[in-house]
């Protein structure tokens, strides 16, 4: 009991001289170079095989999810959700924003093959509350797929 005490009373005056770091704090969430990077990590996985790095991307295996990073698809032909950590399967072009972007349209109307572009919306963080907070998402063509990378502002 008194080592525990102990140990307490010692974490809480480490922690007084030390106080957490603010910029350590922000790791619980992506950057913009991170998502940036998947998406381009992602591209090179469709290019290599689209079938396993489509299932890659929905099982989160192989670094395509990391904290509220993860890879999104949508067949170019129909506007399918074909990789997505939720709603799989829905159409990409009726998806708007919190505050009624209609992002998918922007998304399925504007990607092009060896381009990345980057879109702005309000969203909610995954496994957050449903209050919505500004994302910026990376987003290309790629062998038939629109795919994207989104990560939040702060």
Excluded at 63 to 71: H, K, S
Aim: hydrophobic share 40%; aromatic share 10%; net charge positive.
């Amino acid at each position: 009991m008194v080592r525990h005490l102990a140990c307490v009373i010692g974490s809480a005056a480490f922690l007084m001289l030390f106080p957490p770091n603010p910029v350590a704090a922000q790791a619980r969430f992506g950057s913009e170079q991170e998502a940036r990077t998947m998406l381009e990590r992602a591209v090179a996985a469709m290019k290599q095989d689209k079938d396993k790095a489509l299932e890659m991307f929905n099982k989160g295996e192989s670094g395509f999810r990391d904290r509220d990073l993860y890879v999104f698809c949508a067949d170019t032909s129909n506007g399918i959700l074909t990789a997505h950590p939720s709603i799989r399967g829905a159409h990409l072009q009726e998806i708007v924003g919190k505050k009624g972007y209609p992002l998918g349209k922007e998304i399925m109307a504007n990607a092009a093959e060896g381009k990345i572009k980057e879109i702005t919306y309000w969203w909610p963080r995954p496994g957050g509350t449903d209050k919505p907070f500004e994302k910026h998402t990376f987003y290309t063509q790629v062998v038939g797929q629109n795919c994207g990378v989104g990560y939040y502002k702060e």
